[in-house]
């Protein structure tokens, strides 16, 4: 419910629709490279390709919406931005809220070694670990749920030291992935798939064949 997400956050960030709304967020697990990018980049290769899982991401959330031809569905990306530089949404606290990944942040740390340091938070996934992304909000602004009951997210890195190790492993060695094994993980991305998000944007066209 969109009132569990504005719960948590300062009024700036509140999203603006009545608490009972309901919304869905949708995540990518590993398998999307293969099953979704791939098949959506050969489809539309003739086409102008500026961002691939961006507009992949997109053109299947598009094919949800048309599902629902009789409600209203409201769509919001992990990359859109207010005019006032914000993000449309904060992604991580979405998916706590809904119970899809715990969202591991300083505050869930008692001994805090960092001192002045800025530390970011990071989402972990019970199956996945660290190796999955979210990618958008769906939101059904004449769906009212008052008694959907709030699931509560999986405390899958449930020890102190671990927790340290995570937000240590995401803040200063985030290039490397260890935090995404973080847990034993069901499935990560696929070697390919490493090779792809590791490459800068502009080069990644090459990996996909499409220069």
């Known amino acids: 419910k969109v009132g569990w997400y504005n719960a948590v956050l300062q009024p700036g960030f509140h999203l603006p629709y009545p608490e009972d709304?309901?919304?869905?967020?949708?995540?990518?697990?590993?398998?999307?490279?293969?099953?979704?990018?791939?098949?959506?980049?050969?489809?539309?290769?003739?086409?102008?390709?500026?961002?691939?899982?961006?507009?992949?991401?997109s053109h299947h959330l598009s094919r949800v919406k048309e599902k629902f031809p009789d409600q209203k569905v409201d769509v919001m990306f992990d990359y859109e931005i207010l005019p006032s530089r914000k993000p449309k949404f904060l992604a991580q606290t979405a998916a706590h809220v809904a119970g899809a990944a715990y969202y591991y942040?300083?505050?869930?740390?008692?001994?805090?070694?960092?001192?002045?340091?800025?530390?970011?938070?990071?989402?972990?996934?019970?199956?996945?670990?660290?190796?999955?992304?979210?990618?958008?909000l769906l939101l059904f602004p004449d769906i009212q749920v008052p008694f959907l009951e709030q699931p509560a997210p999986v405390d899958c890195v449930s020890t102190e030291e671990k927790r340290i190790l995570l937000l240590e492993q995401f803040n200063f060695h985030w290039q490397d992935g260890r935090y995404r094994d973080i847990i034993e993980v069901k499935e990560r991305y696929s070697e390919e798939q490493k090779a792809y998000f590791a490459t800068p944007p502009a080069d990644r066209f090459q990996l996909l064949g499409l220069t």
């Open 21 to 57: 709304t309901l919304a869905f967020v949708i995540l990518s697990t590993p398998s999307m490279f293969d099953k979704a990018l791939k098949p959506f980049v050969k489809k539309e290769r003739l086409k102008i390709i500026r961002d691939p899982v961006d507009q992949c991401v």
């Open 105 to 136: 942040q300083r505050k869930d740390v008692k001994l805090d070694p960092w001192g002045k340091k800025k530390i970011y938070g990071v989402c972990i996934h019970p199956k996945y670990g660290g190796w999955f992304a979210i990618r958008g």
